[in-house]
């Protein structure tokens, strides 16, 4: 499955070159880790946010979000966001702010 170019750009932008994130190919798509740590990605048009287990519920009471769920098996703690939630850069930013505080509140690897 082809990745959103477009949106891994703009995720790319948000973060400025920050050095501690990396990119990787994972899930079919493009992770983008906090010293080493996934904090979002791209899996074909949506955003993945790794939000953690205690923030999955109110995640998902926001608009497009649903459960990261590409095998059957529901990941807790990580949530997909529909590309029509994320057309205002300001709505990208909180999810990748997101993304960040919980990978950041893990240890590096």
């Known amino acids: 499955m082809a990745i959103d170019e477009g949106?891994?750009?703009r995720i790319r932008a948000h973060l400025g070159g920050d050095p501690a994130i990396t990119e990787k190919r994972m899930f079919g798509?493009?992770?983008f880790l906090l010293h080493g740590n996934m904090a979002v990605g791209v899996h074909g048009p949506e955003l993945i946010v790794r939000v953690g287990p205690d923030t999955t519920q109110s995640a998902?009471?926001?608009?497009g979000a649903r459960l990261f769920d590409i095998t059957g098996r529901p990941m807790k703690g990580w949530i997909l966001v529909d590309p029509t939630a994320l057309t205002e850069d300001e709505a990208l930013e909180d999810w990748i702010g997101l993304?960040?505080?919980?990978?950041?509140?893990?240890p590096p690897k």
């Open 7 to 9: 949106l891994a750009e």
């Open 60 to 63: 998902l009471a926001r608009p």
């Open 99 to 106: 993304g960040r505080a919980f990978a950041g509140s893990l």
């Open 29 to 31: 798509g493009l992770a």
